[in-house]
């Protein structure tokens, strides 16, 4: 194993075990719910947004170390992002984690998550959050969206 596979293993044991911005947030403009039934991970994200610019994000839930390092690393990395970056983040990390690209510069931590391609039945599990992120930035009516990954 690599010293960069240690340090990002490192950092994945530490956000599953202190996850970041866990809990929810007052006020939120839109939340979603997702549920991924292979492993059993829920995550339970809420932001809220000024002017299309996440100016927080939260998440709750439970699940496996993958889905709730995941979940922490993503809110970390949303706050101050517009939706288009968001978005962008997104298709970043998903090419990343099957493979279709290498870690590009601006996700930035979120590359410790590239030995998940390793794991296809994981790579459902790191990107629950993102779905779920997916589904509240669709929703500004204020009504909870659930989405599943199957
Ligand atoms: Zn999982």
């Not at 790579?123 to 909870?144: F, I, M, N, P, Y």
Request: net charge negative.
């Amino acid at each position: 194993m690599s010293d960069l596979d240690d340090l990002y293993q490192e950092i994945i044991l530490d956000h599953s075990k202190r996850p970041r911005n866990f809990g929810p947030i007052e006020g939120p403009s839109s939340k979603a719910e997702g549920y991924n039934p292979l492993c059993g991970d829920r995550v339970t994200v809420q932001l809220r947004l000024e002017n299309d610019v996440v100016k927080d994000v939260h998440f709750q839930g439970s699940g496996c170390a993958i889905s709730m390092a995941s979940a922490s690393l993503m809110t970390e990395s949303l706050k101050g992002k517009t939706k288009a970056e968001a978005e962008g983040l997104f298709q970043g990390f998903h090419e990343l984690l099957t493979g279709q690209s290498a870690a590009k510069p601006e996700l930035g931590k979120l590359a410790v998550f590239s030995g998940v391609r390793e794991y296809p039945i994981r790579v459902k599990c790191a990107t629950l959050a993102w779905h779920t992120l997916r589904a509240a930035l669709r929703d500004s009516e204020g009504q909870t969206r659930q989405v599943s990954t199957e």
